[in-house]
C-alpha cells in the first residue's frame, strides 16, 4: 500500500520559556492508503492536538506534515483552504450539523462549495445516503434527527468528496451504545468495501476494536501501537484493554 500520510518529528508546544507545554513531541509516525487506525491516550494526553495538526486546525511548532507527498504545514490563504475541502473529511463529537438545514442540505454544502452542478450532488447525496441507511431522513431538519441518525449525515457531509483522509474526533462520545455500534459498522465498511482511510481519536476500546491499527499517546509522545492482524475483535479488544491499564485508563469505564 502506498503512503497518505507521513508525520516527520512534528512538535507542538503552548505557552513560553516560563511555562512551557509539550502537547506534541517529536512524533513520526506513517499511515498507508485504506488504512483505518485509532488514537488513543488519556486526557491531555495530545491525541487530539495530534488530530488537529494534521487536519489543520492547529499548526506545529516543529517538523513536517506530508498528505500524498505533499507538505502541508507550508500552505496558507486560500491553497490551504482548497486543500482542506478538497483532501479532508471531518466527523466530530458534537455533529456541526447546520440546524437550520435538512439532512440534505447540510450534506450538499461540501459539494456546493466546489461548484459541481445540482445533479451531480443530487446523485452523490442519494448514493452516500443509500451507504448510510439515511434516504429517509433527508429531508429531516437536524431537531428532529437521534444522536445516530445526525452522526450518520455528518460522516456523510464528511465522505460526500471522497477525501483522501478522513478524520474523526470522538466520533462515538455523544451515541448510545446500539447508534455507536451501528457507526462503527458504517465506518468498517467505509474503510473495507470503499477503500476509505480512517484516522480516529478516541478514549474507547471498544471503538477502537473497530481499527485495523490503534496508536497509544502518552505525554506528546508514541508509547506503543500495534495492529489488529488476524486476531479477532474481541482478541484485538483485550490487547486495547491491557495497554489502557499501562495508561492508567479506567478499563471499566471503556468498555
Not at 11 to 37: D, Q, R
Amino acid at each position: 500500500m502506498s503512503s497518505i500520510l507521513k508525520i516527520d518529528n512534528i512538535s507542538k508546544y503552548y505557552g513560553n520559556k516560563t511555562n512551557l507545554t509539550k502537547a506534541i513531541n517529536n512524533i513520526s509516525l506513517e499511515v498507508k492508503k485504506g488504512e483505518f487506525i485509532a488514537i488513543m491516550g488519556a486526557s491531555g494526553s495530545g491525541k487530539t492536538t495530534l488530530l488537529n495538526s494534521i487536519s489543520t486546525i492547529d499548526k506545529v511548532t516543529s517538523g513536517h506534515i506530508y498528505i500524498e507527498g505533499n507538505d502541508i504545514t507550508t500552505l496558507k490563504g486560500n491553497n490551504l483552504n482548497k486543500f482542506r475541502r478538497e483532501k479532508l473529511g471531518f466527523i466530530f463529537q458534537d455533529f456541526n450539523l447546520l440546524d437550520t438545514l435538512t439532512a440534505y442540505e447540510n450534506i450538499a454544502l461540501a459539494l456546493q462549495v466546489q461548484h459541481i452542478s445540482f445533479n451531480e450532488i443530487d446523485k452523490s447525496i442519494k448514493e452516500v445516503a443509500t451507504k448510510l441507511d439515511i434516504l429517509d431522513i433527508l429531508q429531516k431538519y437536524p431537531y428532529e434527527m437521534s444522536g445516530g441518525q445526525k452522526q450518520r449525515v455528518a460522516s456523510a457531509r464528511a465522505i460526500i468528496t471522497n477525501p483522501k483522509l478522513v478524520l474523526a474526533d470522538e466520533p462515538t462520545g455523544a451515541l448510545d451504545s446500539n447508534s455507536a455500534r451501528k457507526l462503527l459498522e458504517i465506518f468498517k465498511t467505509l474503510n473495507e468495501e470503499l477503500n476509505s482511510t480512517i484516522l480516529m481519536v478516541t478514549h474507547d476500546a471498544f471503538t477502537a476494536s473497530y481499527a485495523s491499527r490503534v496508536i497509544f499517546i502518552k505525554d506528546g509522545k508514541i508509547f506503543n501501537e500495534f495492529t489488529k492482524g488476524n486476531d479477532s475483535r474481541k482478541e484485538f479488544f483485550d490487547k486495547i484493554i491491557d495497554v489502557v491499564s499501562l495508561l492508567g485508563g479506567d478499563a471499566n469505564h471503556v468498555i
